[in-house]
């Protein structure tokens, strides 16, 4: 089955992930601090079925798709340093 798994937030010790199969259906997995590696928010992870690992290519290319969104929204160019 094909997931995709979004770190959505820090509740103390536990991360919420968002984790959307490809009929979109999502479901939301709490997975303790420790077996995660140093992630942060909005990170896509890969599991292996033991471990946890940031997919560090997926989560730029949604970091880049999320920031033109919202230069759009803003009607502004993503690159532009003016705020």
């Not at 919420?16 to 992870?45: F, K, M, N, S, Y």
């Not at 989560?59 to 502004?76: D, S, V």
């Amino acid at each position: 089955m094909n997931e995709v798994c979004i770190l959505d937030r820090w509740e103390g010790d536990t991360a919420v992930i968002e984790v959307t199969d490809e009929t979109d259906q999502i479901r939301w997995q709490q997975v303790p601090r420790q077996r995660l590696p140093d992630a942060r928010e909005g990170d896509v992870l890969l599991f292996d079925g033991q471990y946890w690992q940031v997919d560090e290519t997926a989560t730029a290319l949604r970091r880049q798709k999320i920031a033109r969104r919202l230069a759009r929204l803003k009607g502004r160019h993503p690159d532009s340093d003016n705020e």
